[in-house]
């Protein structure tokens, strides 16, 4: 397989990642994806700010998750989010405290 094909594959896995994420599992919640997966929504959304960021396009933290959630992140959290159980906000404490 050459390069760009690898990259065009890659590339179109990712989007259905984010489509799958942002369309089909409103309901996982990120505290939950951060604690059973060790990433989430925003952490994907850093990652594409960064790479925007490392080939010099200029985006800051509110762009790279408006890009990846398709919305500005408020509305996504007024839409999908919900209070994190107390378990849940304990298990992150214990993994990423």
Do not use: V
Not at 32 to 45: I, K, P, V
Not at 57 to 73: L, N, T
Not at 77 to 83: A, S
Request: glycine share 6%; hydrophobic share 35%; with cysteine.
């Amino acid at each position: 397989m050459d390069d760009q094909t690898r990259i065009e594959l890659e590339a179109a896995a990712f989007r259905r990642l984010q489509k799958h994420l942002m369309e089909d599992r409103t309901d996982a919640q990120n505290i939950d994806m951060m604690n059973l997966a060790g990433f989430c929504r925003n952490c994907l959304s850093r990652w594409y700010q960064e790479a925007a960021n490392e080939r010099g396009i200029e985006m800051s933290k509110d762009e790279g998750r408006a890009a990846f959630y398709g919305m500005p992140f408020s509305e996504w959290k007024e839409k999908y989010q919900t209070d994190a159980s107390a378990a849940a906000q304990d298990a992150f404490k214990k993994s990423h405290g």
